[in-house]
C-alpha cells in the first residue's frame, strides 16, 4: 500500500537553531500534502496545507515566516521549523493524499521535536 | 466548512466490555468520516472510514462505526475491548473535494483489567 515516509522521527535541537523535516510519498505522488501539530495529549492541528509548485496555505495563526513550508516535487514536502524555541516543541506530523482524494490519506510516523 | 465533534475526552471500559466513542460531525456537504487511533509517541493509524458506500462500515481490529446522517454522528464501537486497546482514537471529517481535512479534539480510552 501507499506509504509516507516523515524523517527525522525525532529531533532534538538549540534554541535560535532551524530543523527541517522531510515528507516523502514513497509509491505515488503528492499534489498536496498536509502538516499538522500535536502537543501532548491533544489533538492534531492542521498547521499549513502544502502545495507542489506553489505556496502553501496556511491556517490562521500559524506564521509563514516560523515554519517554512517547501513542496519542491510530487513526491517530497518539507516543514522548516525557523529559529527554533522551547514552545515549538511538539510532534509534528505529515499527510499526503494519492491522487488528491481525500477519501484515502495516509500519514507519516510523525517527527517529535524538543528544543532545549 | 466542516467540523467534528467528540464527546468524552477520556473513556474507561472494563475489558471484555463495549467500547462507544462519540464523534458527532458538521458539514454543508456530504462528508467523508474517519477513525483513527494513535499509540503514545507513534504515527496515526486508520481505522475505518465512511465514504458514502454502506452507512454501517466495519474497520480493523473489531471496530465499526455507522454513519446516522439524521444525527449528523459517527459513533465508534467494539463488541468486547481488550487490553490493547488502550490508545488515544480521533475522529475526523473531510470534504470530498478541496483540501480540508480536519480532527477532533480526542478521545483517550482505558481498558481496565
Known amino acids: 500500500g501507499a506509504v509516507v515516509s516523515q524523517h527525522p522521527s525525532w529531533v532534538i535541537c538549540k534554541s535560535g537553531t532551524s530543523v527541517k523535516i522531510e515528507c516523502r510519498s514513497l509509491?505515488?505522488?503528492?499534489?498536496?500534502m498536509f502538516w499538522y501539530r500535536q502537543f501532548p495529549k491533544q489533538s492534531l492541528m492542521l498547521m499549513a496545507t502544502s502545495n507542489e509548485g506553489s505556496k502553501a496555505t496556511y491556517e490562521q495563526g500559524v506564521e509563514k515566516d516560523k515554519f517554512l513550508i517547501n513542496h519542491a516535487s510530487l513526491t517530497l514536502s518539507t516543514l522548516t521549523v525557523t529559529s527554533a524555541h522551547p514552545e515549538d516543541s511538539s510532534f509534528y506530523i505529515c499527510s499526503a493524499p494519492p491522487a488528491g482524494s481525500l477519501e484515502k490519506l495516509f500519514f507519516g510516523s510523525g517527527t517529535q521535536l524538543s528544543v532545549l | 466548512a466542516q467540523s467534528v465533534t467528540q464527546l468524552g475526552s477520556h473513556v474507561s471500559v472494563s475489558e471484555g466490555a463495549l467500547v462507544l466513542l462519540r464523534c458527532n460531525y458538521s458539514s454543508s456537504v456530504p462528508p467523508y468520516l474517519f477513525w483513527y487511533v494513535q499509540y503514545p509517541n507513534q504515527g496515526l493509524q486508520l481505522l475505518l472510514k465512511y465514504t458514502s458506500a454502506a452507512t454501517l462500515v466495519k474497520g480493523i481490529n473489531g471496530f465499526e462505526a455507522e454513519f446516522k446522517k439524521s444525527e449528523t454522528s459517527f459513533h465508534l464501537t467494539k463488541p468486547s475491548a481488550h487490553m490493547s486497546d488502550a490508545a488515544e482514537y480521533f475522529c475526523?471529517?473531510?470534504?470530498?473535494?478541496?483540501?480540508?481535512?480536519?480532527f477532533g479534539t480526542g478521545t483517550s480510552l482505558t481498558v481496565i483489567p
Open positions: 475526523a471529517v473531510s470534504g470530498r473535494t478541496g483540501n480540508q481535512f480536519y
Open positions: 509509491d505515488f505522488q503528492a499534489t498536496t
